[in-house]
């Protein structure tokens, strides 16, 4: 295996660890809290950084890494998409 190969697999595997069990994860207590627990710009940087990546594995044919950073930055959007529902839903309150 040559070492290209390799790296772009161990991005892709802990890319998809990522993606499919830390970004659910914080989605998930967030409905449950029903509020953001990200701040704006942890979630626009998250966002900058996933499109970026995208562009960069595009330009690069990578195309191994390049689908976990599309399920990535759906992810990153719904809880951009989360912050805010639940940040309309706290100002109306106080």
């Known amino acids: 295996m040559d070492l290209q190969f390799t790296l772009s697999l161990l991005v892709s595997i802990f890319s998809l ?3 499919l ?3 659910p994860a914080q989605i998930k207590k967030n409905y449950q809290e029903k509020r953001s627990g990200q701040p704006l710009m942890t979630i626009l940087i998250a966002l900058a950084f996933y ?5 960069f594995f595009t330009l690069t044919r990578a195309w191994l890494p390049l689908a ?3 399920i990535g ?5 719904v809880t951009l998409v989360q912050y805010f529902i639940y940040e309309k ?3 109306s309150l106080a």
């Open 17 to 19: 660890a990522l993606v």
């Open 21 to 23: 069990v830390g970004i």
């Open 51 to 55: 499109a970026s990546s995208i562009g």
């Open 68 to 70: 976990s950073f599309s």
């Open 73 to 77: 930055i759906i992810m990153w959007g």
């Open 89 to 91: 839903r706290e100002k």
